[in-house]
């Protein structure tokens, strides 16, 4: 039994057996030494060792038997001190070294947690344990404005599973930062990074040296400045005083000033004149309503883009408007003379002096000797009509509000109740607010005297002093050292009291609770806290060094010497387990054990009223001294345990109910995980089919119209076609004979293949060789000729230069022509070399498994120029006698099809192209140019009628085209329209029956094969594969060929 308890009361502390049996007899003594202490019982005699030491290792106290183990005194405690004692939370695994003192023998070993973040095995190294930070995933999450995070760095013996020793880690992040100022007076090692602007604990992560700050003095801000005045609708700068601002670099956009108007944000330029200063640049503002004649405004100076400057002055600027609320001249005259307003005669208004005509009005200001207003007028009368509250305490300090009209005119006001001055709050158009102060008449009613400037207002009003509030009695007089538990007050007078609060000092620090008035007798208060820190809270009570209540201006109740107010420590709950989670069946109760839970308050009748939540469900609480029982409401699953009493709140971890089930744990989440899966796939497989019916549907419709369109589009470009191959029959009438075709002379044809861009090679000219040195030197061509004229040598020469690697593509087309050239008067020497360098080329690609159509493709060797240059040699009489005619015409003929339509200068892309890759394919308006011929006497052409005119078959051909283009537009409608058919049914008989005739025929049977080769209507003539758009059918038709 302990007598010296924290309440002054006995205590069981520990229960021994030290008799064998039978009651323990009342005459117990100590030893001489007060070591031991001698028990008997009946039959027994026992000397007894009481004395008690705290077991580092179980945490608990216990009779010492072993060294190291046990403290008997306080500097025999565990202590500990953590290297480096934060880190930041972009840190991992940091080793960390814990200086121990006192602790026991580890052998057996010892972890490392971080509370409910991680645990690892710790290294003891001598009088050290060196532990590891926890990893990337289990590093805690710092995304507010505060930013730390206290955990407490526990060591465990692994011995006997209990935490000997802790002490406090901090994990800090400096991203949460986003103002050079809280970034480096944080306590942590945060770094600013100024071109950046950012807030790191890594300085060299900066991009500059130059950029990194870590003193306040050296961040960019503003300095305070005077108070920063512009008036409304007047383009001014503002000049604001700074230091350490940064220069943007490339890049970087430069300075603005936002300022937030009425919620408005609103962007002015800035320009930096240099590290200390910075200007606004000229900008009117302006903001909505006139009942408001100065605003002042957040200013924020930014650069690029959202750089903040931070602002330690908390500089503002205010707008004004000299003509808001000032409508008279007296009350202009009254304005802030720093806004350096005055009235304007002319306009009659209150305004700046730029703004009013100085040759048609006078302006007047309260500094000129001419600062007095004319005709003054009596616009507004003030009255008065009541008063609430018409009584408060003797001693003052109730806001009383004075109700009436146009209690806003005129500049200075002054209240009294009696002789006593009632302190000016604010006033509106219908009330005036003041507080009252302490009367020295006693308890009686006085009357109200309200002054206007040198105006009294006279109404009846009167006031009434009454006796102060008293405290008679509070119960219960004790609470918890984080208080709110509920507190009722019993008194006199209490309902006077406009805002009464309950107060308690402790360790020079002040805390206050609102109260809440019932009636004249009674008012309830939630206790405020104690000033105690509840990590290291003491088991013994406290009592507050002050205790008492503010009732207005009260004074002899801020502190009560009567009451016997007393704190008790805060309750202390444990955690349900080392995870953290709790497992239980459906209706089991949730115990959650501590200490503190029952405050010991003489009588034993103390209760603090305790809220159990579990998930957001209550549960109903029975206390006692050591465990709360509650019932777990009707839920399953997982939840989270929340206790609440007082001004605290506690989560001693999660409650998982699991649901009666015949099945097991596992087999539910297979049968669940299963389902899902099932579940998932059917949903999958239903969005891809809907999707891909979708795509399908799309894609057919999309399909089906492109056929439209390229339906009609065909259709009409065969329509098209169809109208020019029957309007552009043209036939080359120009002489195509030998003098009219271009032909090369034999050498200037084989030197452009040979060498081709080469005009003067040198196998053209005589050999230029001085003369000591040219017979030498013909002697040594001339053996070269016998070895080029040697079948083995040309081969192995050819093959050993092909062989090297410097040997270009130039290279070898020079030598196959140099070659060609030698041999061109033995073309049968020529041929047989020529054969077997193409027989050894076509091994050669057989080897290396090159497609066939790649050979002969591009001349990448002897061998294929040389076969170039043997079809030169031998094509060129074909060429002039046989196929040179021909080709020429068809390159005319050719030339005048594509210059037919438009043909793209740059691409070289055509209209009438023949190649389908220089296909002019999109469709482009142009018209036919068409030329006035002269005559050989100089005069136009006569455009009349063509029947006026002689017929000429020779300029038939000419003439053709533009009289068919005008007879196109013809209808018979006329004898002259007539007559001109006939006359070209005449004239055409001959030129059709010898030439035109029969590819017109084969045109008609072509497109009537086209025609039939698709269903025809038999009554419209309509055809699927009609040429003439006005004659498709367009729905779709399901026929069979026959």
Known sequence: IRVDGPTKNTLEYEIVQVVDAGPILRDMAFSVDHEHLYIMSEKQLVKFVPVLSWCTRKERCERSSEPRRFASEMKQCVRLTVHPNN????????LLVLETYNVPELSAGVNCTFEDLSEMDGLVVGSQIQCISPAAKEVPQIITENDHHIVQLQLKSKETGMTFASTSFVFYNCSVHNSCLSCVESPYRCHWCKYRHVCTHDPSSCSFQEGRVKLPEDCPQLLQAEKILVPVEVIKPITLKAKNLPQPQSGQRGYECILNIQGNEQRVPALRFNSSSVQCQNTSYSYEGMEINSLPVELTVVWNGNFNIDNPAQNKVHLYKCGAMRDSCGLCLKADPDFECGWCEGQNQCTLKQHCPAQDSQWLELSSTKGKCTNPKITHTLTLSDLKPKRGPVSGGTQVTITGNNLNAGSNVIVTFGRQPCLFYRRSTKHIICNTTASDEGFEKVKVSVRVDKAKIHQELQYEYVEDPTILRIEPEWSIFSGNTPIAVWGTHLDLIQNPQIRAKHGGKEHINNCEVQNSTEMTCQAPALAVDPNHQSELAERPEEFGFIL??????????????????????????????????????????????????????????????????????????????????????????????????????????????????????SIAVAGGLLIIFIVAVLIAYKRKSRESDLTLKRLQMQMDNLESRVALECKEAFAELQTDIHELTSDLDGAGIPFLDYRTYTMRVLFPGIEDHPVLRDLEVPGYRQERVEKGLKLFAQLINNKVFLLSFIRTLESQRSFSMRDRGNVASLIMTVLQSKLEYATDVLKQLLADLIDKNLESKNHPKLLLRRTESVAEKMLTNWFTFLLYKFLKE??????????????????????????????????????????????????????DLGSKTDKADPLTKPFDMANMTNSFPILFFSWTDFRTESVAEKMLTNWFTFLLYKFLKECAGEPLFSLFCAIKQQMEKGPIDSITGEARYSLSEDKLIRQQIDYKTL
């Open 87 to 94: 880190i930041s939370v972009s840190q991992y695994n940091v």
């Open 552 to 669: 207005d201006n009260v004074q002899s109740l801020l502190i009560l010497n009567k009451t016997n107010f007393t704190y008790y420590p805060n309750p202390v709950f444990e955690v349900f387990s080392p995870s953290g989670i709790l497992e239980l069946k459906p209706g089991s109760p949730i115990i959650l054990k501590g200490k503190n839970l029952i405050p010991p308050v003489a009588g034993g009748n103390a209760k603090l009223n305790y809220t159990v939540l579990v998930g957001e469900k209550p549960c109903v609480v029975t206390v006692s001294d050591v465990q709360l029982l509650c019932e777990s409401p009707n839920l399953i699953g997982r939840h989270k345990v929340m206790a609440r009493v007082g001004g605290m709140e506690f989560s001693p971890g999660m409650v998982y109910i699991s649901p009666d089930s015949p099945l097991s744990l596992p087999a539910i989440v």
């Open 882 to 935: 046989c196929a040179g005619e021909p080709l020429f015409s068809l390159f005319c003929a050719i030339k005048q099809q594509m210059e037919k339509g438009p043909i793209d200068s740059i691409t070289g892309e055509a209209r009438y192209s023949l190649s389908e890759d220089k296909l002019i394919r999109q469709q482009i308006d142009y018209k036919t140019l068409v030329y006035e011929l002269l005559s």
